[in-house]
């Protein structure tokens, strides 16, 4: 900061911001006016930043990874004219939004909340199904269980589980390991989601074939047994209440779904965002972070441990074994990985622009409630697009 008393600017400045408080005392007595002077010195050192109309925001990219607080509602807000967006397209986003039956939607941009919408009559205390997009919730604990030594994915699962966990050979069993499961590569039949031993039979060596299948819900097993605890426990504490979430699993006899509000949704994109990272505390292993993220087998390389990847070359989808080619979401950004549950329920987590994206509701196509990718990817980021860029 230059010297205060010889910035002329600086003074027309605050002539600006303090005009109102000015008038009227230029007739007042000596003593009124040197106790003005005393004012304005204190008021130049609190406004200069917040009342000089020259003063520019720190740019965004300029600022800061931002954390919210762990306990309350506090969360820093970035308007999006102070972003550069097109404002005059957020309308037909939201538009597009309440058009396919959603219920919330959040963008936050470096940990800041740049939009916040809400629909159908959601609040943002609500909670909502995350649906499959909760598996990497699965994902982060696993990681977290093995940074605490307490497993190894690449040991068989039958260390953990006991002999006999399926309904497979032996010798076949014995080649599952956790790593399999996170990848969808256990070789498990996959005709049934009910996850009983009976209908876990062989199909194929494990890491032969890929095939999105309920098995992996095993991996909960696998933490319980090897850290002593129930899955939910080790879960809240040492990632759920470690980033200030909210939410509960639900445990029906197909599916376990997570529920939560929004912001908590948003809380572990931004956590995934910054690789286990929150704030100045390492919740899950960086390393172990970006192997989540990243191609994890050769069969399907848009997948990585039960996270969706952009940007390569081919993709497969759920209750199929074709293989499409080009990226899976092609107007998304390249480097995009995503978490996604049925019924479009979305964290989309964009490293390249430091941003973290979520959408809840119900299915935008009620007729074709796809598992994960769905046509609704696509027309959404059309949207986006022609908001952010």
Not at 361 to 375: L, M, R, Y
Request: charged share 20%.
């Amino acid at each position: 900061m230059n010297s205060l008393f010889q910035s002329f600017e600086l003074w027309k400045s605050l002539e600006f911001c303090l005009k109102p408080q000015l008038e009227g005392l230029v007739k007042e007595s000596n003593f009124v006016t040197m106790r003005l002077a005393i004012i304005l010195f204190a008021a130049i050192l609190l406004t200069q930043l917040s009342c000089n109309p020259n003063e520019k925001p720190t740019p965004i990219g300029d600022q800061e990874m931002y954390f919210p607080p762990i306990s309350g509602t506090e969360w820093a807000k970035i308007a999006p004219s102070e972003l550069g967006w097109n404002e005059s397209q957020i309308s037909a986003l939201l538009d597009f939004l309440r058009s396919k039956n959603s219920k919330s939607f959040l963008i936050l941009v470096k940990g800041r909340i740049a939009m916040e919408e809400y629909f159908d009559g959601h609040k943002a205390t609500d909670t909502w199904q995350w649906n499959s997009a909760g598996k990497t919730l699965t994902t982060a604990t696993v990681g977290i269980a093995q940074q605490e030594k307490l497993l190894d994915i690449n040991t068989r699962v039958s260390r953990y589980l006991g002999e006999g966990w399926t309904n497979m050979p032996l010798a076949k069993e014995a080649l599952i390991t956790p790593k399999h499961l996170l990848t969808m590569t256990s070789g498990i039949n996959d005709e049934s989601e009910l996850i009983i031993r009976p209908n876990l039979t062989y199909l194929a060596d494990a890491g032969a074939r890929w095939s999105y299948h309920n098995v992996f819900q095993r991996l909960m097993n696998v933490v319980a047994n090897a850290s002593g605890e129930p899955f939910e426990n080790y879960f809240n504490s040492k990632l759920k209440r470690r980033i200030g979430m909210d939410g509960y699993w639900d445990e029906g006899l197909i599916f376990t779904i997570y529920h939560s509000t929004t912001r908590s949704m948003a809380r572990f994109g931004l956590l995934a965002l910054n690789h286990g990272k929150w704030e100045t505390e390492q919740i899950g292993n960086e390393a172990f972070f970006k192997e989540s993220t990243s191609t994890s087998q050769n069969i399907n390389p848009s997948y990585g441990y039960l996270w969706w990847l952009n940007g390569k070359s081919q993709f497969m989808l759920p209750s199929s074994q074709s293989v499409f080619p080009g990226m899976l979401i092609p107007n998304a950004p390249a480097d995009m990985y995503a978490a996604m549950g049925a019924e479009d329920q979305r964290i989309y987590v964009i490293p390249s622009k430091e941003m973290v994206i979520i959408r809840m509701g119900k299915a935008s196509d009620p007729g074709n409630p796809n598992f994960a990718v769905s046509g609704f990817d696509q027309a959404l980021w059309e949207k986006i697009n022609a908001v952010i860029k």
